[in-house]
């Protein structure tokens, strides 16, 4: 069992549909990022969480640190918001020098068709 | 301000040949992460320098190793290559050690190594 798994693997939906994708992880975080990658493989960070929730723009993130899990929406999603969304996380446990690594999910590819 | 420059964009090699890739971090990021994404999958973390030292790092075999250079930028050299490490290779930097809550990573456009 992978220690950050995402839903859906694919999501396909329509122009201006409201989008919701998940993340759920296994144990205690320092901190949950939301990770956009378009073809050609370039990474956009989109959000940092520890708590709460976050608004950019059309783009929604909120986390529930007790129920381990957190969800990216999209309002009024457009095609250029297809490419893949990834769910990584920052582990709570000991402090090492040095960032603390992050474990991903699988990502979420997203198509949105006009 | 450059972000996180990764060379080069493709490269292409044969199996049991060695290979170099270069980042170069976001201008006052010290911390660099390299990362290994198969396609269709995740990335997944191969090590972090800090200091010019390897601070973490990931199940990989010891034929991936790496060094960061004063200005802190950073190669990921892989040796003995095999088909299976065909995959995007990432880059990442944060700031200051990255051990704030607050940092984020920056990634690097990613270098594509194909092993025919």
């Known amino acids: 069992k992978n220690e950050v798994e995402q839903s859906p693997q694919n999501l396909t939906a329509q122009e201006g549909e409201f989008i919701t994708i998940n993340c759920s992880y296994s144990v205690g975080i320092s901190a949950l990022h939301w990770l956009q990658q378009h073809p050609g493989g370039g990474i956009v960070s989109l959000f940092m969480?520890?708590?709460g929730k976050k608004k950019h723009g059309r783009l929604i993130a909120t986390i529930n640190i007790q129920e381990k899990h957190s969800s990216l929406h999209i309002t009024a999603s457009h095609p250029r918001d297809s490419a893949v969304y990834i769910c990584a996380v920052r582990w709570g446990g000991q402090r090492v020098q040095g960032a603390q690594k992050l474990v991903f999910g699988q990502g979420t590819r997203l198509t949105i068709n006009p | 301000d450059a972000g996180v420059t990764q060379s080069p964009t493709h490269l292409i090699k044969t199996r049991g040949q060695q290979v170099t890739l270069r980042c170069s971090p976001k201008s006052g990021h010290d911390t660099v992460s390299w990362y290994q994404q198969a396609l269709g999958q995740g990335p997944q973390f191969i090590f972090q320098?800090?200091?010019?030292?390897?601070?973490q790092r990931g199940n990989f075999p010891d034929r991936f190793s790496g060094h960061q250079f004063p200005n802190y930028s950073s190669e990921l050299n892989v040796n003995a290559l095999l088909l299976g490490d065909s995959a995007l290779y990432l880059c990442?930097?944060?700031?200051?050690?990255?051990?704030?809550?607050?940092?984020?990573?920056?990634f690097g456009p990613g270098t594509r190594l194909t092993v025919l």
């Open positions: 320098y800090y200091e010019e030292e390897e601070r």
């Open positions: 969480l520890s708590s």
């Open positions: 990442a930097s944060s700031p200051q050690g990255g051990e704030r809550r607050t940092d984020t990573q920056y």
